[in-house]
């Protein structure tokens, strides 16, 4: 039997690995546990002769209700009254999908509002252009 790495892993900087396994392994990690947030997951390998690996991988846990803003921005420089609208919604669980507020409504985006404006305009010189009857003889 060859001998195998050994892996261990650790959340954030925590002391203690989380588990200790042989490689190669399938892992589930559970971010139930983890509280919302940055987190890392370091792997630290050794091999048979006890040289080490070391792999830091940075993830983020969003477990919680999802939170959306509009209206501010981040890192945005405001003054006076700015109106927000937010919404908070959970996912549920896994076997079931929550439907009530799991869309957030936005505003309509300015583009929109060109792109009306710009089609009635065509729409305006097109009638116009093609129409039969000429108002200026």
């Known amino acids: ?10 959340i954030d900087d925590e002391q203690q690995p989380i ?22 997951l370091k ?18 846990v969003r477990n919680g209700p999802a939170i959306s803003i509009e209206g501010l921005k ?8 700015v109106p927000l609208m937010i919404n908070a919604y959970g996912k549920g669980d896994q076997k079931s999908f929550l439907i009530g507020g799991s869309e957030t409504p936005q505003s309509i985006p300015y583009w929109i509002f060109i792109l009306l404006i710009l089609f009635v305009a065509w729409a305006i010189y097109y009638g116009i252009t093609t129409s039969s ?5």
Not at 44 to 59: L, M, W, Y
Not at 74 to 81: F, R, Y
Request: no cysteine.
């Open 74 to 81: 981040e890192e945005a420089v405001v003054d006076g009254i």
């Open 19 to 40: 588990a200790r396994l042989n490689a190669p392994v399938t892992f589930e990690l559970d971010t139930t546990r983890l509280v919302d947030g940055k987190h890392t």
């Open 1 to 10: 039997m060859k001998d195998l790495s050994t892996l261990y892993l650790f």
């Open 43 to 60: 792997i630290v390998s050794r091999d048979p002769s006890g040289k080490e690996g070391i792999r830091i991988v940075p993830f983020e």
């Open 133 to 137: 009857v000429n108002l200026f003889k």
